[in-house]
């Protein structure tokens, strides 16, 4: 679907990490929690975070400046 103009014109995005590679996307408007969940999190059956998503990508990686929501929001 992404390649189609219409849909890359009438589309908005929160990225925290890509902010300014795709058109009409913007920092997220709120700040990360401390445990690092986030919008398209995967969840175990029994409700536990696939934590190996977190630590692999986002654990330590600083939030590039344009695609913060405050500048403070180092890591989201």
């Known amino acids: 679907m992404w390649p189609k103009p219409e849909v890359q014109g009438s589309n908005l995005a929160h990225d925290a990490y890509t902010c300014t590679k795709y058109p009409n996307s913007r920092p997220f408007p ?28 986002m654990v330590g990686r ?15």
């Open 30 to 57: 709120t700040r990360r929690p401390l445990d690092y969940q986030h919008v398209g999190q995967v969840f175990w059956g029994d409700g536990r975070p696939r934590q190996d998503d977190i630590d692999s990508f």
């Open 62 to 76: 600083e939030v590039p400046p344009a695609c913060r929501g405050k500048p403070d929001w180092k890591f989201g």
